[in-house]
């Protein structure tokens, strides 16, 4: 009954909770929030939150002394609690700003290896950012039914989510995972990788967001026929004034080669650690 009645006081949300970006996906409504997982604070005024999301986003690099830019979610798990929790009530009322008389039920997607310390993490944050009840769900196996694999069948199905802090494996059959694994290689370990190789062989300086723009507009994991390039511009080391250049795609390839490699082993491992049954279909 009261399941019934709740219906109509409130929408049931589903959060992907990353390093990166958070979604928020509202029942019947679709995907309502994709935003950046930032928060910048105001240092002089008790911690005051200034910004959430994309407004903060565009402040990294560029906000005075007083105010710092923080990402509060840290290889898929909570590292300030308090900071995740005002991102977490933010959200919640960007994303469904006509709520009823209750706080939703959210479901909430966690690192397949998380630990029980970090997950009560998660859910406290959740908690307190407004919901009314919390239920976690491994990342593969979100990312698996999100994607139509056959979960629940006695075949193996297996899934490689790339986020923003980790890459997660998974194997999933007859609706349980026969074999997880998380390693901390994913998106941000890629602009890393392009910052560093833009240093080493240009003498330039380039930030994050550059460093994203170069990676999604000509990055790729595979040697392509075709030669892209891109003008960018950053801070020269030597002279330290701004400059411009032009970078390939073959030399972005070049930087991402060691990150790539060792997400690469980690599908071999997963592949080896997994019963040959699985597959046998």
């Known amino acids: ?8 006081l409130s929408h049931d949300l589903a959060i992907d909770l990353g390093t990166s970006n958070t979604r928020v996906f509202v029942m019947e409504r679709g995907m309502e929030l994709d935003e950046p997982s930032v928060v910048t604070v105001r240092d002089g005024d008790a911690g005051t939150v200034a910004a959430v999301g994309r407004e ?13 830019a923080v990402r509060p979610i840290r290889d898929g798990v909570v590292a300030d609690l308090t900071l995740t929790r005002e991102m977490m009530r933010a959200f919640i009322a960007q994303a469904d700003p006509h709520r009823r008389l209750a706080n939703p039920r959210v479901l909430v997607t966690v690192p397949a290896v998380s630990t029980q310390v970090e997950r009560r993490a998660i859910r406290d944050a ?30 193996g199905s297996m899934v490689i989510d790339i986020g923003g802090g980790t890459t997660e494996v ?8 026969v074999y ?11 602009d890393q ?16 967001q550059t460093a994203q723009t ?25 002279e330290g004034v701004p ?37 046998a279909d």
């Open 243 to 279: 400059r411009s250049f032009r970078i390939s795609s073959a030399e972005v390839l070049e930087a991402l080669a060691e990150p790539l490699n060792r997400i690469v082993s980690l599908i071999k491992l997963a592949l080896e650690q997994t019963p040959p049954e699985i597959g």
């Open 126 to 155: 959740v908690l307190g950012g407004g919901a009314a009840q919390v239920y976690l769900i491994e990342e593969p196996m979100a990312a698996a039914i999100g994607a139509g694999l056959p979960v629940a069948q006695a075949s």
């Open 1 to 8: 009954m009261f399941g019934f009645i709740r219906k109509y």
């Open 56 to 68: 903060a986003r565009r402040m990294i690099g560029k906000v005075p002394g007083s105010i710092s």
């Open 170 to 177: 998974g194997v999933i059959s007859l609706g349980g995972m």
């Open 193 to 208: 990788a392009i910052v560093n190789y833009v240093r080493r062989n240009y003498g330039m300086l380039i930030g994050e």
């Open 180 to 190: 997880k694994h998380s390693a901390r290689v994913a998106g941000d370990t890629f």
């Open 214 to 238: 170069i990676k999604h507009t000509i990055g790729s994991a595979f040697p392509g026929a075709d030669r892209r390039e891109l003008e960018v511009k950053g801070r020269s080391v030597a």
